[in-house]
C-alpha cells in the first residue's frame, strides 16, 4: 500500500478478496496472510497500557466481514513509507487475476487509497 487516504499516520482495511483467471474468488486463510508492519501492536511501549492487546489485525482481512466498520473485523497498521504491505502465501503456484480491497473507515479520515 503506497499511499494513506486521509491519514498520514494508519492504514487500514476490513477485506481482501483475490480472484483467479475466471472471476472465482480465490479462498484464503489467516495464516496464508501477513505484513509488515504487522499491525497496530508493533507500536509496544509507553504509548497505553495494554498496548500489543489490539485486535486489528491480518487475519481480519479474510474473515468475510465487510459492512462492519468496528475494530473486531478490521485490520490497522502504522503506514510506514514507502509502503505497508501484505503477503499472501501459496502452497502450489496460483493464477491470481484480481483484487478487491475493503477500506476500513472508523472515521472518514481512516481509510486506505488503493
Excluded at 91 to 114: A, Q
Amino acid at each position: 500500500i503506497y499511499n494513506s487516504w486521509g491519514d498520514p499516520f494508519y492504514v487500514g482495511l476490513n477485506e481482501l478478496t483475490l480472484f483467479d483467471e475466471t472471476g472465482a474468488e480465490i479462498p484464503l486463510e489467516p495464516g496464508q496472510l501477513s505484513a509488515d508492519p504487522e499491525s497496530v501492536n508493533v507500536l509496544i511501549g509507553d504509548i497505553d497500557e495494554g498496548a500489543g492487546d489490539d485486535i486489528r489485525t491480518p487475519d481480519k482481512l479474510v474473515n468475510h466481514v465487510v459492512d462492519d466498520n468496528t475494530a473486531h473485523n478490521s485490520w490497522l497498521a502504522p503506514f510506514l513509507p514507502p509502503c505497508t504491505k501484505i503477503y499472501i502465501v501459496f502452497d502450489v503456484p496460483v493464477v491470481v487475476s484480481g483484487l478487491r480491497l475493503h477500506n476500513y473507515n472508523k472515521t472518514p479520515k481512516v481509510v486506505c487509497k488503493h
